[in-house]
Protein backbone atom coordinates (compact mmCIF):
# COMPACT_ATOMS: atom_id res chain seq x y z
CA UNK A 1 0.00 0.00 0.00
CA UNK A 2 1.46 3.38 -0.57
CA UNK A 3 0.60 5.51 1.76
CA UNK A 4 1.91 6.69 5.19
CA UNK A 5 2.10 4.24 7.73
CA UNK A 6 0.72 5.51 10.70
CA UNK A 7 2.82 3.25 13.41
CA UNK A 8 6.33 5.53 13.07
CA UNK A 9 9.59 3.39 12.71
CA UNK A 10 10.33 -0.16 13.41
CA UNK A 11 13.39 0.37 12.13
CA UNK A 12 14.29 1.23 15.32
CA UNK A 13 13.47 -1.48 17.17
CA UNK A 14 15.08 -3.30 14.85
CA UNK A 15 18.61 -1.47 15.08
CA UNK A 16 18.35 -1.26 18.81
CA UNK A 17 18.19 -5.26 18.92
CA UNK A 18 21.16 -5.39 16.43
CA UNK A 19 22.90 -3.13 18.49
CA UNK A 20 23.36 -5.02 21.58
CA UNK A 21 26.29 -7.48 21.76
CA UNK A 22 25.13 -11.08 22.01
CA UNK A 23 28.70 -12.42 23.43
CA UNK A 24 28.46 -15.05 26.29
CA UNK A 25 30.75 -12.66 28.06
CA UNK A 26 28.38 -9.49 27.98
CA UNK A 27 24.77 -10.21 29.23
CA UNK A 28 22.28 -9.66 26.32
CA UNK A 29 19.97 -6.51 26.71
CA UNK A 30 16.42 -7.05 26.15
CA UNK A 31 14.46 -4.79 23.94
CA UNK A 32 10.95 -3.79 25.23
CA UNK A 33 8.83 -1.72 23.29
CA UNK A 34 6.20 -0.09 25.73
CA UNK A 35 2.99 1.27 24.37
CA UNK A 36 2.04 3.52 22.40
CA UNK A 37 -1.37 1.93 23.60
CA UNK A 38 -0.13 1.54 27.83
CA UNK A 39 -2.45 2.24 30.75
CA UNK A 40 0.37 4.44 32.59
CA UNK A 41 1.47 6.22 29.46
CA UNK A 42 -1.66 8.18 29.87
CA UNK A 43 -1.85 8.65 25.93
CA UNK A 44 0.14 7.56 23.19
CA UNK A 45 3.65 7.68 24.05
CA UNK A 46 6.07 4.66 23.03
CA UNK A 47 9.01 4.07 24.81
CA UNK A 48 11.65 1.53 23.26
CA UNK A 49 13.60 0.12 26.37
CA UNK A 50 16.60 -1.74 26.87
CA UNK A 51 16.27 -4.03 29.34
CA UNK A 52 19.27 -5.63 31.88
CA UNK A 53 17.41 -7.45 33.70
CA UNK A 54 14.79 -5.83 35.26
CA UNK A 55 16.89 -2.77 34.45
CA UNK A 56 16.60 0.12 32.19
CA UNK A 57 19.69 0.67 30.69
CA UNK A 58 18.28 3.09 28.53
CA UNK A 59 14.95 4.18 27.75
CA UNK A 60 13.87 5.89 24.06
CA UNK A 61 11.00 8.03 23.85
CA UNK A 62 8.81 8.11 20.50
CA UNK A 63 6.28 11.01 20.09
CA UNK A 64 4.28 12.39 17.20
CA UNK A 65 1.53 9.73 17.37
CA UNK A 66 -1.13 12.93 18.49
CA UNK A 67 0.17 15.56 15.71
CA UNK A 68 -2.49 17.01 14.87
CA UNK A 69 -0.81 20.16 12.87
CA UNK A 70 -2.07 22.88 15.58
CA UNK A 71 0.69 25.28 14.57
CA UNK A 72 -0.34 24.99 10.93
CA UNK A 73 -3.97 25.45 11.59
CA UNK A 74 -3.04 28.14 13.57
CA UNK A 75 -1.87 29.99 10.56
CA UNK A 76 -5.01 30.10 8.74
CA UNK A 77 -7.06 31.41 11.54
CA UNK A 78 -7.80 34.78 12.43
CA UNK A 79 -6.38 35.56 16.11
CA UNK A 80 -10.06 35.53 17.17
CA UNK A 81 -10.66 31.65 16.07
CA UNK A 82 -7.39 30.93 16.77
CA UNK A 83 -7.88 31.32 20.91
CA UNK A 84 -10.14 27.70 19.98
CA UNK A 85 -7.44 25.75 18.64
CA UNK A 86 -5.42 26.28 22.18
CA UNK A 87 -7.76 24.68 23.97
CA UNK A 88 -6.78 21.56 22.43
CA UNK A 89 -3.68 21.73 22.93
CA UNK A 90 -3.70 20.19 25.99
CA UNK A 91 -6.86 19.02 27.56
CA UNK A 92 -6.15 18.89 31.68
CA UNK A 93 -4.84 22.70 31.24
CA UNK A 94 -6.99 24.63 28.05
CA UNK A 95 -7.46 27.70 29.89
CA UNK A 96 -3.87 28.43 30.75
CA UNK A 97 -3.24 27.71 27.35
CA UNK A 98 -5.73 29.96 26.22
CA UNK A 99 -4.26 32.87 28.70
CA UNK A 100 -0.80 32.01 27.08
CA UNK A 101 -2.16 32.79 23.63
CA UNK A 102 -4.39 35.92 24.72
CA UNK A 103 -1.48 37.74 26.89
CA UNK A 104 0.73 37.14 23.66
CA UNK A 105 -1.55 38.69 21.04
CA UNK A 106 -2.08 41.31 23.60
CA UNK A 107 1.47 42.04 24.38
CA UNK A 108 1.32 42.61 20.42
CA UNK A 109 -1.49 44.19 20.40
CA UNK A 110 -0.31 46.62 23.49
CA UNK A 111 -3.89 46.48 24.92
CA UNK A 112 -4.71 47.18 28.53
CA UNK A 113 -7.04 44.54 29.95
CA UNK A 114 -9.70 46.07 32.89
CA UNK A 115 -8.66 44.25 36.20
CA UNK A 116 -11.87 42.53 36.69
CA UNK A 117 -11.09 40.63 33.74
CA UNK A 118 -7.29 39.60 35.44
CA UNK A 119 -8.81 38.38 38.45
CA UNK A 120 -11.14 36.50 36.18
CA UNK A 121 -8.56 34.59 34.47
CA UNK A 122 -6.48 34.32 37.64
CA UNK A 123 -9.36 32.07 39.32
CA UNK A 124 -10.02 30.36 36.50
CA UNK A 125 -6.20 29.43 35.77
CA UNK A 126 -6.10 28.28 39.14
CA UNK A 127 -8.84 26.12 38.42
CA UNK A 128 -7.42 24.91 35.62
CA UNK A 129 -4.60 23.84 37.96
CA UNK A 130 -6.67 22.56 40.79
CA UNK A 131 -8.20 20.13 37.71
CA UNK A 132 -5.15 19.15 35.97
CA UNK A 133 -3.38 18.39 39.68
CA UNK A 134 -6.47 16.09 40.66
CA UNK A 135 -6.38 14.00 37.51
CA UNK A 136 -2.61 14.06 38.19
CA UNK A 137 -3.19 12.55 41.45
CA UNK A 138 -6.24 10.21 40.83
CA UNK A 139 -4.31 8.52 37.84
CA UNK A 140 -0.77 8.76 39.19
CA UNK A 141 -2.26 6.79 42.65
CA UNK A 142 -3.93 4.30 40.27
CA UNK A 143 -0.88 3.38 38.55
CA UNK A 144 0.31 2.66 42.00
CA UNK A 145 -1.99 1.06 42.70
CA UNK A 146 -4.34 3.26 45.25
CA UNK A 147 -7.34 2.75 43.27
CA UNK A 148 -9.69 4.71 45.50
CA UNK A 149 -7.84 7.69 45.08
CA UNK A 150 -8.82 8.32 41.49
CA UNK A 151 -12.65 8.08 42.39
CA UNK A 152 -11.85 10.95 45.44
CA UNK A 153 -10.18 13.10 42.60
CA UNK A 154 -12.73 13.02 40.31
CA UNK A 155 -15.41 13.82 42.91
CA UNK A 156 -13.84 17.36 43.63
CA UNK A 157 -12.97 17.20 39.49
CA UNK A 158 -16.52 17.21 38.80
CA UNK A 159 -16.97 20.10 40.90
CA UNK A 160 -14.66 22.10 39.17
CA UNK A 161 -16.13 21.10 35.75
CA UNK A 162 -19.43 22.25 36.48
CA UNK A 163 -17.93 25.51 37.71
CA UNK A 164 -16.01 26.21 34.34
CA UNK A 165 -19.32 24.79 32.79
CA UNK A 166 -21.28 27.34 35.13
CA UNK A 167 -18.91 30.43 33.56
CA UNK A 168 -18.17 29.50 30.35
CA UNK A 169 -20.85 27.18 28.92
CA UNK A 170 -18.68 24.32 28.27
CA UNK A 171 -16.87 21.85 30.76
CA UNK A 172 -13.32 21.35 29.10
CA UNK A 173 -12.90 22.94 25.69
CA UNK A 174 -14.24 26.65 27.46
CA UNK A 175 -12.09 29.22 25.24
CA UNK A 176 -13.38 31.01 28.26
CA UNK A 177 -10.11 33.67 27.80
CA UNK A 178 -10.16 35.94 24.72
CA UNK A 179 -7.87 38.42 23.63
CA UNK A 180 -9.42 41.58 25.06
CA UNK A 181 -10.65 39.89 28.44
CA UNK A 182 -13.39 37.31 28.85
CA UNK A 183 -15.64 35.53 27.13
CA UNK A 184 -18.27 36.17 29.07
CA UNK A 185 -19.24 38.15 32.77
CA UNK A 186 -19.59 36.02 35.35
CA UNK A 187 -23.17 34.12 35.85
CA UNK A 188 -25.41 35.35 38.42
CA UNK A 189 -25.06 33.61 41.89
CA UNK A 190 -21.29 32.14 41.06
CA UNK A 191 -19.75 33.96 44.49
CA UNK A 192 -22.43 30.93 46.53
CA UNK A 193 -21.12 28.08 44.13
CA UNK A 194 -17.29 28.99 44.01
CA UNK A 195 -17.40 30.07 47.78
CA UNK A 196 -18.83 26.73 48.68
CA UNK A 197 -16.83 24.66 46.68
CA UNK A 198 -13.76 26.24 47.86
CA UNK A 199 -14.52 26.29 51.56
CA UNK A 200 -14.67 22.73 51.12
CA UNK A 201 -11.89 21.97 49.51
CA UNK A 202 -9.04 21.92 52.31
CA UNK A 203 -10.85 19.72 53.74
CA UNK A 204 -10.68 17.36 50.78
CA UNK A 205 -6.82 17.72 50.14
CA UNK A 206 -6.57 16.40 53.93
CA UNK A 207 -8.41 13.61 52.64
CA UNK A 208 -6.33 12.47 50.36
CA UNK A 209 -3.07 13.26 52.34
CA UNK A 210 -4.89 11.20 55.24
CA UNK A 211 -4.86 8.52 52.96
CA UNK A 212 -1.67 8.46 50.82
CA UNK A 213 1.10 9.96 53.57
CA UNK A 214 1.21 7.34 56.03
CA UNK A 215 0.10 4.36 53.43
CA UNK A 216 3.23 2.23 53.40
CA UNK A 217 2.98 0.89 49.90
CA UNK A 218 2.22 4.78 48.41
CA UNK A 219 5.50 5.99 50.17
CA UNK A 220 7.63 2.85 49.47
CA UNK A 221 6.69 3.19 46.03
CA UNK A 222 7.31 7.46 45.95
CA UNK A 223 9.90 7.79 47.92
CA UNK A 224 13.56 7.35 46.58
CA UNK A 225 12.29 6.68 43.11
CA UNK A 226 13.12 8.38 39.93
CA UNK A 227 15.90 10.80 40.83
CA UNK A 228 17.32 12.98 38.20
CA UNK A 229 19.43 15.96 38.95
CA UNK A 230 19.24 19.69 39.41
CA UNK A 231 21.58 20.45 36.51
CA UNK A 232 20.00 17.70 34.16
CA UNK A 233 16.70 19.28 34.42
CA UNK A 234 17.92 22.98 33.96
CA UNK A 235 20.27 21.68 30.81
CA UNK A 236 17.24 19.57 29.86
CA UNK A 237 14.51 21.67 29.57
CA UNK A 238 12.23 20.22 32.60
CA UNK A 239 10.15 23.09 34.26
CA UNK A 240 6.99 23.09 36.87
CA UNK A 241 6.16 20.82 39.33
CA UNK A 242 9.27 18.28 38.88
CA UNK A 243 11.82 21.50 39.33
CA UNK A 244 10.60 22.77 42.77
CA UNK A 245 10.53 19.22 43.68
CA UNK A 246 14.24 19.13 43.01
CA UNK A 247 14.62 22.60 45.34
CA UNK A 248 14.52 25.39 42.55
CA UNK A 249 12.57 27.93 43.20
CA UNK A 250 11.01 29.49 40.14
CA UNK A 251 7.61 29.86 39.72
CA UNK A 252 6.79 32.86 36.53
CA UNK A 253 3.75 33.53 38.87
CA UNK A 254 6.17 34.87 41.44
CA UNK A 255 9.20 35.72 38.91
CA UNK A 256 7.65 37.16 35.93
CA UNK A 257 3.87 38.25 37.31
CA UNK A 258 1.32 38.14 34.68
CA UNK A 259 -2.72 38.87 34.77
CA UNK A 260 -2.29 40.99 38.13
CA UNK A 261 -0.73 37.88 39.98
CA UNK A 262 1.48 40.14 42.07
CA UNK A 263 -1.49 41.54 43.43
CA UNK A 264 -2.40 37.57 45.07
CA UNK A 265 -0.53 36.50 48.65
CA UNK A 266 0.98 32.69 47.97
CA UNK A 267 3.69 30.78 48.42
CA UNK A 268 5.60 28.81 45.78
CA UNK A 269 5.66 25.08 47.37
CA UNK A 270 9.38 23.52 47.30
CA UNK A 271 11.05 20.41 48.01
CA UNK A 272 14.32 19.52 47.85
CA UNK A 273 14.03 15.80 48.36
CA UNK A 274 14.39 15.27 44.24
CA UNK A 275 11.86 12.21 43.66
CA UNK A 276 8.54 10.80 43.08
CA UNK A 277 7.70 12.06 46.62
CA UNK A 278 8.60 15.30 46.16
CA UNK A 279 6.89 15.85 42.91
CA UNK A 280 3.95 14.68 44.70
CA UNK A 281 4.51 16.67 48.04
CA UNK A 282 4.58 19.98 45.94
CA UNK A 283 1.81 19.68 43.99
CA UNK A 284 -0.53 18.98 47.06
CA UNK A 285 0.69 22.24 48.62
CA UNK A 286 0.42 23.68 45.13
CA UNK A 287 -3.42 22.53 45.36
CA UNK A 288 -3.63 24.28 48.55
CA UNK A 289 -2.29 27.18 47.38
CA UNK A 290 -4.35 27.56 44.45
CA UNK A 291 -7.11 27.34 46.87
CA UNK A 292 -5.95 29.91 48.54
CA UNK A 293 -5.41 32.35 45.34
CA UNK A 294 -8.82 31.28 44.43
CA UNK A 295 -10.73 32.52 48.12
CA UNK A 296 -8.57 35.58 47.33
CA UNK A 297 -10.05 36.25 43.89
CA UNK A 298 -14.14 35.82 45.20
CA UNK A 299 -13.19 38.03 48.17
CA UNK A 300 -11.52 40.63 46.59
CA UNK A 301 -13.19 40.43 42.75
CA UNK A 302 -13.31 44.37 41.66
CA UNK A 303 -16.04 45.47 39.91
CA UNK A 304 -15.77 46.85 36.48
CA UNK A 305 -15.62 45.73 32.66
CA UNK A 306 -14.81 42.22 31.69
CA UNK A 307 -13.63 43.28 28.34
CA UNK A 308 -10.68 46.04 26.91
CA UNK A 309 -12.50 49.00 25.98
CA UNK A 310 -10.77 48.20 22.29
CA UNK A 311 -13.98 47.73 19.54
CA UNK A 312 -11.95 46.89 16.80
CA UNK A 313 -10.46 43.63 19.11
CA UNK A 314 -13.44 43.15 21.16
CA UNK A 315 -16.64 41.66 19.54
CA UNK A 316 -19.43 43.67 21.36
CA UNK A 317 -22.47 42.75 23.24
CA UNK A 318 -25.42 41.81 21.49
CA UNK A 319 -27.87 44.08 23.11
CA UNK A 320 -25.25 46.49 21.63
CA UNK A 321 -25.39 45.19 18.41
CA UNK A 322 -29.26 45.77 18.17
CA UNK A 323 -29.17 49.20 19.13
CA UNK A 324 -25.95 50.64 17.62
CA UNK A 325 -25.01 50.79 14.30
CA UNK A 326 -20.83 51.09 14.92
CA UNK A 327 -21.38 47.65 17.17
CA UNK A 328 -22.70 45.99 14.50
CA UNK A 329 -20.18 47.01 12.12
CA UNK A 330 -17.14 46.17 14.20
CA UNK A 331 -19.25 42.81 15.13
CA UNK A 332 -19.27 41.80 11.31
CA UNK A 333 -15.45 43.38 10.62
CA UNK A 334 -14.08 41.31 13.48
CA UNK A 335 -16.07 37.74 12.55
CA UNK A 336 -15.38 38.22 8.55
CA UNK A 337 -12.10 39.68 8.25
CA UNK A 338 -10.49 39.96 11.75
CA UNK A 339 -8.50 42.18 13.10
CA UNK A 340 -5.36 43.55 12.11
CA UNK A 341 -2.26 43.17 14.58
CA UNK A 342 1.08 45.08 14.01
CA UNK A 343 3.88 43.35 12.95
CA UNK A 344 6.16 41.91 15.05
CA UNK A 345 6.98 39.16 17.44
CA UNK A 346 6.41 38.19 21.13
CA UNK A 347 7.23 35.41 23.43
CA UNK A 348 5.14 35.28 26.75
CA UNK A 349 5.63 32.44 29.12
CA UNK A 350 2.92 31.92 32.19
CA UNK A 351 3.19 28.97 34.61
CA UNK A 352 0.83 26.23 33.80
CA UNK A 353 0.26 23.03 35.93
CA UNK A 354 2.87 21.40 34.36
CA UNK A 355 5.36 23.86 33.60
CA UNK A 356 6.15 26.83 31.78
CA UNK A 357 3.98 27.26 28.59
CA UNK A 358 5.53 29.93 26.25
CA UNK A 359 3.52 31.13 23.07
CA UNK A 360 5.57 32.43 20.30
CA UNK A 361 3.87 34.77 17.70
CA UNK A 362 5.28 36.61 14.84
CA UNK A 363 2.97 38.68 13.01
CA UNK A 364 3.11 39.77 9.27
CA UNK A 365 0.44 42.89 9.88
CA UNK A 366 -1.97 40.44 8.96
CA UNK A 367 -5.46 39.13 10.87
CA UNK A 368 -3.75 35.84 10.70
CA UNK A 369 -0.63 34.78 13.07
CA UNK A 370 2.22 34.31 10.81
CA UNK A 371 3.68 31.71 13.01
CA UNK A 372 2.87 30.35 16.67
CA UNK A 373 5.00 28.14 18.15
CA UNK A 374 3.57 26.69 21.49
CA UNK A 375 6.54 25.79 23.67
CA UNK A 376 5.00 23.47 25.61
CA UNK A 377 5.43 21.99 29.22
CA UNK A 378 5.14 18.47 28.45
CA UNK A 379 7.45 18.63 25.28
CA UNK A 380 10.14 20.38 27.47
CA UNK A 381 9.64 17.42 30.22
CA UNK A 382 9.35 14.43 28.37
CA UNK A 383 12.71 15.23 26.80
CA UNK A 384 14.52 14.27 30.22
CA UNK A 385 12.80 11.14 30.34
CA UNK A 386 15.79 8.63 28.70
CA UNK A 387 17.86 10.58 31.99
CA UNK A 388 14.81 9.85 34.39
CA UNK A 389 14.28 6.14 34.00
CA UNK A 390 18.18 5.44 33.62
CA UNK A 391 19.49 2.69 35.64
CA UNK A 392 15.88 2.59 37.53
CA UNK A 393 13.60 -0.58 37.86
CA UNK A 394 11.40 -1.31 35.56
CA UNK A 395 8.65 -1.39 38.13
CA UNK A 396 9.88 1.81 39.56
CA UNK A 397 9.67 3.60 35.73
CA UNK A 398 5.59 3.64 36.57
CA UNK A 399 5.84 5.81 39.31
CA UNK A 400 8.98 7.94 37.61
CA UNK A 401 7.04 8.15 34.14
CA UNK A 402 3.63 9.33 36.40
CA UNK A 403 5.40 11.95 38.34
CA UNK A 404 6.02 13.75 34.99
CA UNK A 405 2.86 14.63 34.35
CA UNK A 406 2.84 14.85 30.69
CA UNK A 407 -0.36 14.75 28.88
CA UNK A 408 0.94 13.59 24.88
CA UNK A 409 -1.69 15.96 23.42
CA UNK A 410 0.21 18.75 24.79
CA UNK A 411 3.65 17.08 23.52
CA UNK A 412 2.88 16.49 20.34
CA UNK A 413 0.39 19.48 19.46
CA UNK B 1 27.04 41.98 26.12
CA UNK B 2 29.57 42.01 23.81
CA UNK B 3 30.35 38.97 21.32
CA UNK B 4 31.48 38.90 17.96
CA UNK B 5 29.16 36.87 16.65
CA UNK B 6 26.01 39.50 17.68
CA UNK B 7 25.38 41.47 14.98
CA UNK B 8 22.47 43.52 16.16
CA UNK B 9 20.69 44.02 19.58
CA UNK B 10 16.89 45.26 19.41
CA UNK B 11 14.44 46.25 21.98
CA UNK B 12 11.02 45.59 21.12
CA UNK B 13 7.81 45.35 23.11
CA UNK B 14 9.89 44.59 26.64
CA UNK B 15 12.28 41.99 24.97
CA UNK B 16 15.91 41.82 24.09
CA UNK B 17 16.30 39.99 20.72
CA UNK B 18 19.98 39.42 19.11
CA UNK B 19 20.56 39.05 15.66
CA UNK B 20 23.79 36.61 15.72
CA UNK B 21 26.09 35.54 12.91
CA UNK B 22 24.97 31.85 11.71
CA UNK B 23 28.62 30.73 11.09
CA UNK B 24 29.42 31.24 14.83
CA UNK B 25 26.26 30.18 16.88
CA UNK B 26 27.84 27.58 18.79
CA UNK B 27 30.18 30.21 20.13
CA UNK B 28 27.89 32.71 20.88
CA UNK B 29 25.59 29.97 22.55
CA UNK B 30 28.73 28.92 24.70
CA UNK B 31 29.10 32.22 26.09
CA UNK B 32 25.88 33.06 26.62
CA UNK B 33 25.81 30.29 28.89
CA UNK B 34 28.94 30.41 30.85
CA UNK B 35 29.53 33.71 30.92
CA UNK B 36 25.74 35.93 30.78
CA UNK B 37 24.24 32.52 32.84
CA UNK B 38 21.55 31.75 30.22
CA UNK B 39 21.45 28.22 31.49
CA UNK B 40 17.97 27.06 30.19
CA UNK B 41 17.21 26.71 26.68
CA UNK B 42 13.25 27.49 27.05
CA UNK B 43 12.95 26.88 22.87
CA UNK B 44 14.44 26.74 19.78
CA UNK B 45 11.32 27.30 16.66
CA UNK B 46 11.97 28.75 12.93
CA UNK B 47 9.79 30.67 11.26
CA UNK B 48 9.54 30.25 7.05
CA UNK B 49 9.49 33.57 5.24
CA UNK B 50 8.55 31.91 2.30
CA UNK B 51 8.71 33.22 -0.87
CA UNK B 52 11.74 36.20 0.68
CA UNK B 53 15.51 35.12 0.49
CA UNK B 54 17.15 34.07 2.69
CA UNK B 55 14.22 32.41 3.75
CA UNK B 56 14.33 30.60 7.06
CA UNK B 57 14.82 32.83 10.58
CA UNK B 58 16.20 30.16 13.47
CA UNK B 59 15.03 31.71 16.71
CA UNK B 60 16.25 30.50 20.33
CA UNK B 61 14.47 31.80 23.74
CA UNK B 62 16.99 31.80 26.29
CA UNK B 63 16.38 31.83 30.40
CA UNK B 64 18.53 33.14 32.99
CA UNK B 65 16.91 32.20 36.42
CA UNK B 66 19.40 34.30 38.25
CA UNK B 67 19.56 37.05 37.42
CA UNK B 68 16.04 36.55 35.87
CA UNK B 69 15.86 37.67 32.28
CA UNK B 70 14.67 36.07 28.96
CA UNK B 71 16.56 36.45 25.29
CA UNK B 72 15.91 36.23 22.26
CA UNK B 73 18.65 34.67 19.49
CA UNK B 74 17.72 34.69 16.21
CA UNK B 75 19.72 34.27 12.71
CA UNK B 76 18.40 34.11 8.71
CA UNK B 77 18.94 30.83 6.67
CA UNK B 78 19.07 30.21 3.14
CA UNK B 79 15.99 27.81 1.28
CA UNK B 80 18.34 26.32 -1.70
CA UNK B 81 19.91 24.15 0.85
CA UNK B 82 19.07 24.81 4.75
CA UNK B 83 21.96 24.19 7.39
CA UNK B 84 22.34 25.17 10.86
CA UNK B 85 24.54 24.32 13.17
CA UNK B 86 23.67 22.18 16.15
CA UNK B 87 23.00 23.46 20.10
CA UNK B 88 23.16 20.02 21.91
CA UNK B 89 26.66 20.27 22.51
CA UNK B 90 25.44 23.81 25.14
CA UNK B 91 22.25 22.49 25.89
CA UNK B 92 20.82 19.19 26.17
CA UNK B 93 17.19 20.34 25.10
CA UNK B 94 18.12 21.81 22.39
CA UNK B 95 18.49 18.10 20.98
CA UNK B 96 14.09 17.58 20.28
CA UNK B 97 13.66 21.15 18.75
CA UNK B 98 16.10 20.79 16.91
CA UNK B 99 14.55 17.73 15.66
CA UNK B 100 11.12 19.07 15.49
CA UNK B 101 12.87 22.19 13.48
CA UNK B 102 13.82 19.29 10.57
CA UNK B 103 10.59 17.54 10.92
CA UNK B 104 8.72 20.74 9.85
CA UNK B 105 10.47 23.21 7.89
CA UNK B 106 13.42 20.69 6.45
CA UNK B 107 16.12 22.35 8.07
CA UNK B 108 19.58 20.29 8.33
CA UNK B 109 20.62 20.43 11.49
CA UNK B 110 24.54 19.55 11.52
CA UNK B 111 26.42 17.64 14.74
CA UNK B 112 23.27 16.42 15.62
CA UNK B 113 23.16 12.98 17.92
CA UNK B 114 20.25 11.95 16.52
CA UNK B 115 18.74 13.66 13.53
CA UNK B 116 15.58 12.10 12.71
CA UNK B 117 11.74 13.15 12.26
CA UNK B 118 9.82 13.42 15.52
CA UNK B 119 6.54 14.35 15.19
CA UNK B 120 5.73 12.74 11.51
CA UNK B 121 5.97 9.35 10.66
CA UNK B 122 9.45 8.56 9.30
CA UNK B 123 8.06 7.90 5.87
CA UNK B 124 6.56 10.91 5.35
CA UNK B 125 7.48 13.42 2.56
CA UNK B 126 7.74 17.51 2.87
CA UNK B 127 7.87 19.46 5.83
CA UNK B 128 4.86 21.07 6.82
CA UNK B 129 5.41 24.08 8.67
CA UNK B 130 6.86 24.99 5.38
CA UNK B 131 4.90 27.79 3.96
CA UNK B 132 4.66 26.12 0.57
CA UNK B 133 3.01 23.08 2.04
CA UNK B 134 -0.50 23.39 1.64
CA UNK B 135 -3.12 23.29 4.95
CA UNK B 136 -5.92 20.82 3.09
CA UNK B 137 -5.92 18.17 0.85
CA UNK B 138 -4.92 14.48 0.17
CA UNK B 139 -1.84 12.89 -1.36
CA UNK B 140 -3.23 9.64 -1.47
CA UNK B 141 -6.43 8.14 -2.70
CA UNK B 142 -7.81 6.02 -0.67
CA UNK B 143 -10.03 4.27 -3.01
CA UNK B 144 -10.50 0.74 -4.73
CA UNK B 145 -8.91 1.41 -7.97
Request: charged share 25%; proline share 6%; net charge negative.
Amino acid sequence: MNRPIPYSDPVSTIEAIQETPATPSAPRHMTLNMGPQHPSTHGVLRIVLQLEGETIISAKPDIGFLHTGIEKQMETRTYAQAVTLTDRVDYLANLSNNLCYCLTVEKLLQLEIPERAQWLRVMMTEFTRLNSHLVWLGTHALDIGAMSMFFYCFREREDILRILEMFSGQRMMTSYIRVGGVALEAPRGWQQVVGKFIRGFPSKVDQYEDLLNANPIWTRRTQGVGFISVEDMLDLGITGPMLRGAGVNWDARKNEPYSSYEKFDFKVPVETSNDVWSRYRVRMQEMRESAKIITQALEGMPEGPFQADAPHVVLPQREKMKTQMEALIYHFKIVTEGYRVPAGEAYQCIEAPRGEIGYYIVSDGTSKPYRCHMRTPSFGNLQGLPTLLERTLIADSIAALGSMDFVLGDTDR
Amino acid sequence: MTHPAILETIQALGETTLIADPTKIVDLCRFLKDSEKFIRLSSVTAVDWHPAEPRFEVVYHLHSLEPFRRLRVKYKVGGEKPEIESVTSVWRAANWYEREIWDMFGIHVLNHPDLERILMPTDWEGHPLRKDYPVHGYKYSYSNE
